[in-house]
């Protein structure tokens, strides 16, 4: 879709994921004919995840939040539901990061996506509105940006951002403060003794990181490589492994990982017909074409700290050429470990297994603030090359 552009649709429920190379906060706001909220219940995000035939979902840090609606359920006086986008990183602009949206029916399949071009100090966004139309509902890509937040989108459609109350003097000056957050203090018209509502909790505070010691992921889990209140720059080994499900039989399995730009665009592939891409910020240890053997069978090394600042996401995945399916397979697993010390820092086991030839085991996505994160995947894909997991790839960053 361009800007400006509609289509019908003739799904009841519809839902649109924004996805982006960052974390985003996605929200929705339900409009009357004036183009306003009718109160705080109109608001829909993280914190107040449901509302009139409106509601927020997770993507659960793998996949992108979404708003999904309800026609049937929408009130007759709402004509529009507007879907805002903003990084989650404060003052974080789309400059680099364009985010794309994706409107789905009630199949999950993809009616349309949308990439608002051209996009710079923008803090915030209104990517796309489904609204009603003569009785029919429609989706219209929009693309709107906002230079002061998600507080700008809020307060052109009627929500009142309250300041946070005064605190006492400090000794020294005090930075200027960032624009409010709407979903921390909303209100309609205030009631003549206003009560600060108070603030929800940050998104993404509750995030697994490495000072309890090694974690297990399970697929869609995320874990902050964060230590000690440190992002770890140091040398990782992604080792990968699997083991042929049958005995007496080898199993030929070939280990890559594709580096990915701020646009999603293919930076590079490491894998083993090119085994050092980067300039040696990422390593392959070679091919293994049998799976016997202990320990990992094949073994890729990233320099967290001399990646280009231009690669925003890895994804590590696994093929079989020869056509093995990985219902042939047992055991699958890859992990991080600490290259300096050995020591493992986390690991996730493949539990279930399709008949394809292409997995995607596992992301790692540098984050604005410069730590890195990691993302189990385990999502099957039918390639037998990693040529053929570009894309697939970059739809799961």
């Given at each position: ?12 429920s ?13 929200s ?8 306003k ?8 995000f ?11 979902r ?13 026609t ?41 996506t949308?990439t ?5 100090a ?19 890509a929009?693309?709107?940006g ?44 205030p009631?003549a003794?206003?009560q ?17 010691g ?9 874990v902050?490589?964060?230590k ?6 140091s040398?990782?080994?992604m ?7 049958f005995r007496?039989?080898?199993i ?19 894998y ?10 990422v ?23 001399r ?16 056509g093995?399916?990985?219902?042939e ?7 991080l ?29 540098r984050?604005?603030s ?28």
């Amino acid at each position: 879709m361009t800007p400006g552009s509609n289509i019908p649709l003739t799904a009841t429920s519809v839902t649109v994921d924004v996805s982006a190379p960052v974390r985003l906060d996605v929200s929705g706001l339900l409009l009357t004919a004036d183009g306003k909220v009718r109160s705080d219940d109109d608001f829909i995000f993280y914190n107040q995840p449901t509302g009139a035939g409106v509601t927020y979902r997770s993507g659960g840090g793998s996949a992108p939040d979404a708003i999904v609606v309800d026609t049937a359920s929408v009130p007759a006086q709402i004509e529009k539901i507007v879907v805002t986008a903003s990084p989650d990183a404060a003052g974080q602009t789309f400059q680099g990061i364009e985010p794309t949206a994706t409107i789905r029916g009630g199949d999950g399949q993809a009616l349309a996506t949308f990439t608002p071009p051209q996009l710079g100090a923008e803090t915030a966004l209104v990517v796309v509105e489904v609204y009603r139309r003569n009785g029919a509902w429609k989706a219209r890509a929009v693309g709107q940006g906002y230079a002061d937040g998600l507080a700008g989108i809020a307060t052109d459609f009627g929500v009142s951002v309250e300041e946070e109350p005064a605190a006492a003097p400090a000794p020294a000056p005090a930075a200027a403060p960032a624009a409010p957050d709407p979903r921390a203090a909303m209100s309609t018209p205030p009631p003549a003794t206003p009560q600060a509502a108070p603030a929800p909790p940050a998104p993404g505070s509750g995030k697994i990181n490495l000072d309890k010691g090694r974690v297990s992921l399970q697929k869609n889990q995320t874990v902050s490589l964060v230590k000690g209140g440190r992002p770890l720059l140091s040398q990782v080994k992604m080792g990968l492994g699997w083991e042929p499900a049958f005995r007496g039989k080898d199993i030929d399995l070939d280990a890559s990982v594709i580096a990915y730009g701020p646009q999603r665009n293919q930076l590079d592939s490491c894998y083993f017909g090119r085994l050092s891409i980067l300039n040696g910020a990422v390593k392959h240890s070679g091919d293994n074409l049998t799976g016997e053997g202990g320990g990992d069978d094949e073994v890729i090394v990233v320099d967290l700290g001399r990646l280009p600042a231009d690669v925003s996401g890895l994804v590590f995945t696994v093929n079989s050429f020869s056509g093995q399916k990985f219902t042939e397979v047992a055991k699958a697993y890859c992990r991080l470990v600490d290259a300096a010390t050995d020591e493992e820092l986390v690991r996730f086991d493949l539990t279930s297994a399709e008949p394809q030839t292409g997995v995607l085991m596992a992301k790692l996505i540098r984050q604005f603030s410069g730590e890195w994160e990691m993302t189990a995947i385990g999502d099957f894909v039918k390639s037998r090359t990693v040529r053929g997991m570009v894309k697939p790839g970059a739809q799961a960053l």
